[in-house]
T-cell receptor, first 114, second 110 residues
Framework: DGGITQSPKYLFRKEGQNVTLSCEQN?????MYWYRQDPGQGLRLIYY???????QKGDIAEGYSVSREKKESFPLTVTSAQKNPTAFYLC?????????????FGSGTRLTVV | RKEVEQDPGPFNVPEGATVAFNCTYS??????FFWYRQDCRKEPKLLMS???SGNEDGRFTAQLNRASQYISLLIRDSKLSDSATYLC???????????FGTGTRLKVLA
């Protein structure tokens, strides 16, 4: 079955460490997105990519980095520069083209700084 | 003013009740609208798109009012399983980036 796989489900990071969250999709979707969700807040866009080898900053890109070397994969690195990384991270994808289509989300990664 | 605003709730309703949520948006050029459902500690899932003429899917009805810049979701005959947070989503007119509201929490009580 097609879908988006995020791993790991839970991740613990020590202060000063970089960590990478994986996002893989087999839906043949062109566009992929990373969002962050904090308790009581909506989803906030970190980075997005509408095509391979191209990506744009979202609203809260500071302290994060991404790559899009393959259509299927859009990993997110949380760097030590991100001062408050504890959150629920969601990856999403959608097909592009005429009209707008709903996102498909992965099941998320919960990152905790210890 | 936030780009997308929702009443956070919670809305506590008895089983079988009808409940409605509204969501206002600030960008009059927004083109596409959706309702997502999010269960506790899970990812959001698409509930339904919202079309200009309004649309229905079983017990759920979505409406769009472009003049007043709001969308609504009506749930009839509420079930316990409808308990969740309902997220309003509006697209950015140029890039189709999705802008999420903070969600409205619904609790259906037995």
């Amino acid at each position: 079955d097609g879908g988006i796989t995020q791993s790991p489900k839970y991740l613990f990071r020590k202060e000063g460490q970089n960590v990478t969250l994986s996002c893989e999709q087999n839906l043949n979707h062109d566009a992929m997105y990373w969002y962050r969700q904090d308790p009581g807040q909506g989803l906030r866009l970190i980075y997005y990519s509408q095509i391979v080898n191209d990506f744009q900053k979202g609203d809260i890109a500071e302290g994060y980095s991404v790559s899009r070397e393959k259509k299927e994969s859009f990993p997110l690195t949380v760097t030590s520069a991100q001062k408050n990384p504890t959150a629920f991270y969601l990856c999403a994808s959608r097909t592009t083209g005429q009209g707008a289509y709903g996102y498909t989300f992965g099941s998320g990664t919960r990152l905790t700084v210890v | 003013r936030k780009e997308v605003e929702q009443d956070p709730g919670p809305f506590n309703v008895p089983e079988g009740a009808t409940v409605a949520f509204n969501c206002t948006y600030s960008n009059s050029a927004s083109q596409s609208f959706f309702w997502y459902r999010q269960d506790c500690r899970k990812e959001p899932k698409l509930l339904m798109s919202v079309y200009s003429s309004g649309n229905e899917d079983g017990r759920f009805t979505a409406q769009l009012n472009r003049a007043s810049q709001y969308i609504s979701l009506l749930i009839r005959d509420s079930k316990l399983s409808d308990s969740a947070t309902y997220l309003c989503v509006v697209t950015d007119s140029g890039t189709y980036k999705y802008i999420f509201g903070t969600g409205t929490r619904l609790k259906v009580l037995a």
